[in-house]
C-alpha cells in the first residue's frame, strides 16, 4: 500500500533562517506531488506540484522553492524565513493519470518567531 | 476573479441531524469537486468525488451534489454523530490537465453535539 511521510512535524525558527521540509511516498511510482500551506483558519493554499523529477511549477510567489530531486521525494526550502511564512505545511500526491484524490501527510506546523 | 467559498462560519446541529454544508465556486468550469475531512493539526481525508456529470453521489451516511448550472456542491451527513465533529473541505479541479491541482474552499467546522 502506498504511504505518504512528512517531516518534521513540528518546529520553530528565527526571521531569517533557512528551512528545509521534506516528504517522501512509498509504493508507487511517478506520483504527481504537491506542497500546500494553510494558514489559521485558512484554506488550503497550493504552493507547488510537480509531476516528475525535476519539474517544479510555483503557483505563488514567494520566497519558498521546491525540489524533486528523485522520483518519491519532495522537498520545500528556504534561505531566509519571514514572518508570514508561518504555517501549516501539508504535502500531498496522486497518481499521475485519470481523476483521483489527493493523500495528505500529517503535516509540518511550522511557527517563525 | 476565482473564487471557491464555503461557508466560514460554524456549523452546530444536534446528534442525530442531518447536516448540509454548502461550497460555492465562481468562474471555475470543474470537471469534478471533491469532499475532503480534516481534523484539527491532522492532513485531509479524501470521502468523496463526483463527476460533472454526476447529480448525486452516496457513501454509507454521506451524500454529495453537484450543480453545474447553480455551480454548487452540497454535502450532507446523515445521522449526524459526534464523531463526525471536524472541518470539511471541498475541492475542484478543471480537469484541464494532467496536473491533479485542486482549489480548495476554506472549509466548514462543523460541530456534531451528544
Known amino acids: 500500500s502506498q504511504t505518504i511521510h512528512q517531516w518534521p512535524a513540528t518546529l520553530v525558527q528565527p526571521v531569517g533562517s533557512p528551512l528545509s521540509l521534506e516528504c517522501t511516498v512509498e509504493?508507487?511510482?511517478?506520483?504527481?506531488l504537491y506542497w500546500y500551506r494553510q494558514a489559521a483558519g485558512r484554506g488550503l493554499q497550493l504552493l507547488f506540484y510537480s509531476v516528475g523529477i525535476g519539474q517544479i511549477s510555483s503557483e505563488v510567489p514567494q520566497n519558498l522553492s521546491a525540489s524533486r530531486p528523485q522520483d518519491r521525494q519532495f522537498i520545500l526550502s528556504s534561505k531566509k524565513l519571514l514572518l508570514s511564512d508561518s504555517g501549516f505545511y501539508l504535502c500531498?500526491?496522486?497518481?499521475?493519470?485519470?481523476?483521483?484524490?489527493?493523500?495528505f501527510g500529517e503535516g509540518s506546523r511550522l511557527t517563525v518567531l | 476573479s476565482q473564487k471557491i467559498e464555503q461557508n466560514s462560519e460554524a456549523l452546530n446541529i444536534q446528534e442525530g441531524k442531518t447536516a448540509t454544508l454548502t461550497c460555492n465556486y465562481t468562474n471555475y468550469s470543474p470537471a469534478y469537486l471533491q469532499w475532503y475531512r480534516q481534523d484539527p493539526g491532522r492532513g485531509p481525508v479524501f470521502l468523496l468525488l463526483?463527476?460533472?456529470?454526476?447529480k448525486e453521489k452516496r457513501k454509507e451516511r454521506l451524500k454529495v451534489t453537484f450543480d453545474t448550472t447553480l455551480k454548487q456542491s452540497l454535502f450532507h451527513i446523515t445521522a449526524s454523530q459526534p464523531a463526525d465533529s471536524a472541518t470539511y473541505l471541498c475541492a475542484l479541479d478543471e480537469g484541464s490537465s494532467n496536473t491533479g491541482k485542486l482549489i480548495f474552499g476554506q472549509g466548514t467546522t462543523l460541530q456534531v453535539k451528544p
Open positions: 463526483i463527476r460533472e456529470n454526476e
Open positions: 500531498a500526491w496522486r497518481l499521475n493519470v485519470g481523476i483521483g484524490e489527493l493523500f
Open positions: 509504493g508507487t511510482s511517478n506520483p504527481n
